[in-house]
């Protein structure tokens, strides 16, 4: 079977960092995206890892542990606009579609 | 670039009734998506075309739900007869292909009464 496991709701301060964890379990694994959504909002691609390691883009870092099968998401000098939910998505590509399966989300909340 | 395009943007109907859905991908994207996301969950894929050929529909309930993708560009999604249990947001989002980054459009958002 495949599962996703990440936090459902993390709290931060303003300014502050915050890194979002997510542990899965696939049949296939081809590499590891996170997705930003606000509330009532579209998903919008954050960053995608394929390989072991960090990748920086801006204010969001995305790690990946492929022997863990763990990845996280670091989010640093929080801005309040940043108050959303958080999905960590599995790349498939057992039947070589690549297809999305999303975890359940991490809502996070940024206060003053 | 123009993003994902989805109407309508609200839809209320009872059950047993119909309901479908519009999407117009980003110009030049060959995959497009289906997704069906309940309130505190993440999304989930019910189809995948790439141009105008189904990738994956392993998840759609296929006793109600259709979906087509004619001349590999617009897509509607139809549900008939609709279940309480459908009431959610569908989202549509498309690629440039299946192992790009995708492109969500606002979604529908669907009440089953």
């Known amino acids: 079977g495949q599962s996703l496991e990440q936090p459902s709701e993390v709290t931060a301060v303003e300014g502050a960092i915050v890194q979002i964890n997510c542990t899965y379990q696939t049949s296939g694994f081809y590499g590891l995206s996170w997705y930003q959504q606000h509330d009532g909002g579209a998903p919008t691609f954050l960053s995608y890892?394929?390989?072991?390691g960090l990748e920086e883009t801006g204010r969001f870092s995305s790690f990946l542990s492929r022997s863990d099968s763990y990845g996280y998401l670091l989010l640093q000098e929080l801005q309040m606009k940043d108050s959303a939910s958080y999905f960590c998505a599995v790349r498939d590509d057992l039947d070589s579609s690549y297809k999305l399966i999303f975890g359940s989300g991490t809502r996070l909340l940024v206060r003053p | 670039e123009a993003g994902v395009a989805q109407s309508p943007r609200y839809k209320i109907i009872e059950k047993r009734q119909s309901v479908a859905f519009w999407c117009n991908p980003i110009s030049g994207h060959a995959t497009l998506y289906w997704y069906q996301q309940i309130l505190g969950q993440g999304p989930k894929l019910l189809i995948q075309?790439?141009?105008?050929?189904?990738?994956?529909d392993s998840q759609l309930p296929k006793d109600r739900f259709s979906a087509e993708r004619l001349k590999g560009v617009d897509s509607t999604l139809k549900i008939q007869p609709a279940k309480l249990e459908d009431s959610a947001v569908y989202l549509c989002?498309?690629?440039?292909?299946?192992?790009?980054?995708?492109?969500f459009g606002d979604g529908t958002r669907l009440s089953i009464l």
């Open positions: 989002a498309s690629s440039l292909s299946g192992g790009q980054p995708q492109h």
């Open positions: 075309f790439q141009n105008n050929g189904v990738v994956d």
């Open positions: 890892n394929a390989l072991d």
